[in-house]
């Protein structure tokens, strides 16, 4: 059974719509925008039904707040309202509301004109889930073609995912930069984080593959990559109209080997100039590297590690995110069977 929200602060107009909907449909009806937001946060409803002139918070104002976050923005608004202007209409539209039903309304015709909009709802949600599918399956490939070339790193891309989704969790439940990532799409970012190495495209097969430590100069042609990623990503960014996949991908590509106190690579930022994705990479980047084989090196324990990385607290990690690690640093160990 599908959920509706019915926002009005006219107690009569809560009822009506209630009676109208309940048997048909799962309906919470709710006084203010405030206590919609609050209820959103533990039920995300099919649809919105919201009135427009509420004290302290308009409808108006509600859905924009629903449409600057990346994970209500989605929800179709219907707004209902006494006002029947055109210019009303037209504000409507244009914060993204779908439709407008007239106050007072008629039961069948709203069970109506809600099942249209459901069933058309559904349609977009598959179309774009398909081509939500096409589109990680695309990045997928390319991902495992640059990978493919690098014999010594088998594996190293979808472990760093998995690694990235353990701290991006645990970003989640401790609060700490809430603001910024509410408004990431983790079914867009954890996908483009296989991009974070694209840029090893130009770098030689004999260097990717050296049986040995990197003299110097072997060192400096690698470290290319990083910039190089970014510029491609941001390359076919300015050919296609980016959702948010490209802008993460761009910023993991190009930042993961920046460090904390500036003495990374390739720019040389240090502390917040490094974007939150760059920093989250570092750690689970590193922590793939320390705990793998390489031809110079045997693989380290994972208590090595984690006290390597928790060393590299404050130099070349953020400490704020060090600390998440640590909390979830058990994860770490049993998130890939090697």
Do not use: C
């Amino acid at each position: 059974m599908k959920t509706i929200f019915v926002v009005d602060d006219n107690d009569t107009n809560l009822l009506a719509a209630k009676n109208a909907l309940d048997g048909t449909y799962k309906t919470f009806a709710l006084p203010s925008a405030a206590r919609m937001f609050k209820l959103v946060e533990k039920i995300t409803p099919d649809l919105i039904l919201l009135d427009i002139e509420m004290p302290e918070m308009s409808g108006f104002d509600a859905i924009t707040v629903l449409k600057s976050d990346n994970r209500l923005k989605d929800i179709p608004v219907i707004f209902l309202t006494l006002k029947n202007d055109e210019e009303t209409e037209i504000q409507g539209f244009k914060l993204g509301a779908i439709d407008f039903i007239n106050k007072p309304f008629s039961a069948p015709v709203l069970i109506r004109r809600l099942e249209t909009h459901i069933d058309i709802n559904k349609i977009v949600k598959q179309s774009q889930q398909t081509i939500r599918d096409l589109h990680n399956a695309t990045i997928s490939v390319i991902a495992d073609m640059v990978e493919n070339r690098d014999h010594i790193t088998g594996g190293h891309i979808e472990r760093t995912q998995a690694y990235l989704k353990i701290l991006l969790d645990e970003l989640v439940i401790s609060g700490i930069y809430a603001k910024e990532i509410k408004h990431w799409d983790t079914s867009l970012l954890l996908p483009s984080a296989q991009l974070h190495d694209v840029g090893k495209i130009i770098i030689s097969d004999l260097i990717l593959n050296k049986p040995g430590k990197l003299t110097d100069e072997e060192f400096f042609l690698m470290k290319e990559h990083s910039a190089e990623g970014e510029r491609i990503v941001k390359a076919i960014s300015a050919k296609v109209k980016d959702d948010g996949f490209l802008t993460h991908a761009a910023a993991f590509a190009g930042y993961h080997h920046e460090k904390w106190d500036g003495s990374g690579y390739p720019y040389a930022i240090k502390g917040t100039e490094i974007p939150l994705e760059g920093r989250l990479m570092a750690i689970a980047d590193v922590y793939d590297a320390l705990v793998s084989e390489r031809p110079y090196k045997k693989p380290f324990s994972h208590e090595k590690a984690v006290e390597i990385i928790k060393e590299g607290s404050g130099s070349h990690f953020e400490p704020a995110l060090v600390e998440i690690f640590a909390k979830v640093s058990d994860d770490f160990r049993t998130a890939i069977i090697r």
